[in-house]
C-alpha cells in the first residue's frame, strides 16, 4: 500500500493505547482500544451529540459541501474527551466518503513504484481538482488473470483535498491530541466490522444527512456508493406528516421505527419511501458489481445510526431477498470490554463501528 497524504501523518510507535475519533454530521464519537498480552480491549469510549439539526438543517458540525466547523468541533471535541476521561493522546480520525474522491482502477501486475507513478497520471484523469491540491492513497485490494491471460491489479484509488487534512489536524490539535493518522470510513468500517472475513458483503451506513454502500470482497472494499438521503429524511418525514416538531418525531422513531400497528401504523407509510431509496442504493450498488465482476452479494450490514430503527433488519431482508445483520464489532471475540458493559453492547457496538474501527488501525 502506498500512502502519501497518511505518511505526513502516520508514525511507528509502540503498542500501546490507540482513539479512534468518528466526526459525523451531528455527533463524534470516541473510542479507545488498549491493546494488551490478551488482546485488544475498550478501555473507554464517549459520544457528543447535537441536535440542533433537527430544527435547523444546516446546523450541523460536518455537510456534504465539504464544511468542517473547526473552532466549534475543536471544543466539542475537548469538551468530549474531558468528560470521557480519555487518557491516550494518539487519535486516528475518520474521513467521511462525501469528502474524498474514490475509484477502482485496474491495471497491468507492476511494481509498487510504477503503481506509485501510474497512480499520479490516473489521479488526473479521474479526480477533478489538481492534483497538487489533492493528497493520494492507494490500496491494492486484488489480482486476477483476464480473458486474454494478463495478470491483472485492482487498485482502490482514494484522494482527500489537502485543505480538509489541514482542517483536521488544526481541530485535533486545539483539542490537545495528537492526529497520526486519517482513513476513509468505509475502510475503518471494514476493518471493524468484516476483518478476515471473505465473504462478498454489503455495508450500509446510514447516516443523519447520508447514506453510503460499501461493496466489500476478500476483505478489502472494492466499490462505494452513496445515497443522500439518511436517517434526518426519515425524522422530517414523520414530523411534517404527523406534525410534531422534530424532537418528538425523532423519539417516535427510535421508540416505534416499522414496528408500529394500528395507530403507529402511519409511522412505517411516512418512512418507507425515503427508506426505499436508501436499500434500492444497496441493490444498485450489488447489481452492479455482479454486472462487472460476476461475484454475488451474499449479505448486507447495517450500520450506522440506521440500526437503531426498529424492525430495519426485517424490512431490508424482505426487501433484497438478502441475510441482513446489524453491525456489532465487540459481539465477537476480537475485543474484550467490562462486564458492566454487557447490557449495551449491541447498542454500543453498532453507534461506534467506524470509532472502533480507526482504534484498530495501529494495534492489529
Same mark, same amino acid.
Given at each position: 500500500?502506498?500512502?502519501?497524504?497518511?505518511?505526513?501523518?502516520?508514525?511507528?510507535?509502540?503498542?500501546?493505547?490507540?482513539?479512534? #475519533?468518528?466526526?459525523?454530521?451531528?455527533?463524534?464519537?470516541?473510542?479507545?482500544?488498549?491493546?494488551?498480552?490478551?488482546?485488544?480491549?475498550?478501555?473507554?469510549?464517549?459520544?457528543?451529540?447535537?441536535?440542533?439539526?433537527?430544527?435547523?438543517?444546516?446546523?450541523?458540525?460536518q455537510t456534504s459541501s465539504l464544511k468542517?466547523?473547526?473552532?466549534?468541533?475543536?471544543?466539542?471535541?475537548?469538551?468530549?474527551?474531558?468528560?470521557?476521561?480519555?487518557?491516550?493522546?494518539?487519535?486516528?480520525?475518520?474521513?467521511?466518503?462525501?469528502?474524498?474522491?474514490?475509484?477502482?482502477?485496474?491495471?497491468?501486475?507492476?511494481?509498487?513504484?510504477?503503481?506509485?507513478?501510474?497512480?499520479?497520471?490516473?489521479?488526473?484523469?479521474?479526480?477533478?481538482?489538481?492534483?497538487?491540491?489533492?493528497?493520494?492513497?492507494?490500496?491494492?485490494?486484488?489480482?486476477?488473470?483476464?480473458?486474454?491471460?494478463?495478470?491483472?491489479?485492482?487498485?482502490?484509488?482514494?484522494?482527500?483535498?489537502?485543505?480538509?487534512?489541514?482542517?483536521?489536524?488544526?481541530?485535533?490539535?486545539?483539542?490537545?491530541?495528537?492526529?497520526?493518522?486519517?482513513?476513509?470510513?468505509?475502510?475503518s468500517l471494514t476493518r471493524a466490522l468484516?476483518?478476515?472475513?471473505?465473504?462478498?458483503?454489503?455495508?450500509?451506513?446510514?447516516?443523519?444527512?447520508?447514506?453510503? #454502500?460499501?461493496? #466489500?470482497?476478500?476483505?478489502?472494499?472494492?466499490?462505494?456508493?452513496?445515497?443522500?438521503?439518511?436517517?434526518?429524511?426519515?425524522?422530517?418525514?414523520?414530523?411534517?406528516?404527523?406534525?410534531?416538531?422534530?424532537?418528538?418525531?425523532?423519539?417516535?422513531?427510535?421508540?416505534?421505527?416499522?414496528?408500529?400497528?394500528?395507530?403507529?401504523?402511519?409511522?412505517?407509510?411516512?418512512?418507507?419511501?425515503?427508506?426505499?431509496?436508501?436499500?434500492?442504493?444497496?441493490?444498485?450498488?450489488?447489481?452492479?458489481?455482479?454486472?462487472?465482476?460476476?461475484?454475488?452479494?451474499?449479505?448486507?450490514?447495517?450500520?450506522?445510526?440506521? #440500526?437503531?430503527?426498529?424492525?430495519?433488519?426485517?424490512?431490508?431482508?424482505?426487501?433484497?431477498?438478502?441475510?441482513?445483520?446489524?453491525?456489532?464489532?465487540?459481539?465477537?471475540?476480537?475485543?474484550?470490554?467490562?462486564?458492566?458493559?454487557?447490557?449495551?453492547?449491541?447498542?454500543?457496538?453498532?453507534?461506534?463501528?467506524?470509532?472502533?474501527?480507526?482504534?484498530?488501525?495501529?494495534?492489529?
Open positions: 500500500m502506498q500512502t502519501t497524504f497518511l505518511s505526513k501523518l502516520i508514525k511507528k510507535f509502540s503498542p500501546g493505547a490507540y482513539l479512534g #475519533v468518528d466526526i459525523g454530521t451531528t455527533s463524534i464519537k470516541v473510542a479507545e482500544l488498549l491493546k494488551t498480552p490478551k488482546g485488544l480491549r475498550l478501555s473507554n469510549y464517549g459520544l457528543l451529540e447535537s441536535y440542533g439539526h433537527l430544527e435547523r438543517f444546516n446546523d450541523a458540525i468542517l466547523l473547526g473552532k466549534e468541533t475543536a471544543e466539542m471535541l475537548k469538551l468530549l474527551i474531558k468528560k470521557s476521561k480519555i487518557k491516550t493522546k494518539r487519535a486516528i480520525a475518520s474521513i467521511p466518503l462525501f469528502a474524498a474522491f474514490t475509484i477502482l482502477l485496474e491495471v497491468p501486475s507492476m511494481s509498487s513504484e510504477e503503481i506509485t507513478q501510474s497512480m499520479q497520471f490516473q489521479a488526473r484523469q479521474y479526480i477533478p481538482l489538481p492534483i497538487n491540491e489533492m493528497a493520494l492513497e492507494w490500496i491494492k485490494v486484488g489480482e486476477y488473470t483476464d480473458e486474454k491471460g494478463f495478470s491483472k491489479q485492482q487498485i482502490f484509488l482514494i484522494s482527500i483535498p489537502n485543505d480538509t487534512i489541514g482542517r483536521y489536524k488544526d481541530i485535533f490539535n486545539s483539542a490537545g491530541l495528537n492526529l497520526e493518522a486519517i482513513e476513509l470510513e468505509n475502510i468484516i476483518g478476515g472475513d471473505l465473504t462478498p458483503t454489503a455495508i450500509l451506513d446510514i447516516g443523519c444527512r447520508a447514506s453510503s #454502500v460499501s461493496i #466489500v470482497d476478500g476483505g478489502f472494499v472494492k466499490a462505494v456508493h452513496q445515497s443522500d438521503y439518511g436517517g434526518g429524511n426519515l425524522t422530517q418525514a414523520i414530523a411534517g406528516g404527523l406534525r410534531v416538531n422534530p424532537k418528538r418525531a425523532e423519539e417516535l422513531k427510535r421508540q416505534r421505527g416499522l414496528l408500529g400497528t394500528r395507530g403507529e401504523y402511519e409511522l412505517s407509510t411516512l418512512m418507507t419511501p425515503f427508506l426505499d431509496v436508501i436499500i434500492n442504493e444497496v441493490r444498485r450498488a450489488a447489481n452492479s458489481y455482479f454486472e462487472k465482476y460476476a461475484r454475488k452479494v451474499e449479505r448486507v450490514i447495517i450500520s450506522g445510526g440506521g #440500526v437503531a430503527l426498529p424492525g430495519i433488519v426485517e424490512y431490508a431482508e424482505r426487501q433484497l431477498g438478502l441475510p441482513v445483520i446489524k453491525s456489532n464489532p465487540l459481539a465477537g471475540s476480537r475485543i474484550a470490554y467490562s462486564q458492566e458493559l454487557t447490557p449495551l453492547i449491541e447498542g454500543l457496538g453498532s453507534s461506534f463501528s467506524v470509532a472502533l474501527g480507526l482504534a484498530m488501525k495501529e494495534l492489529i
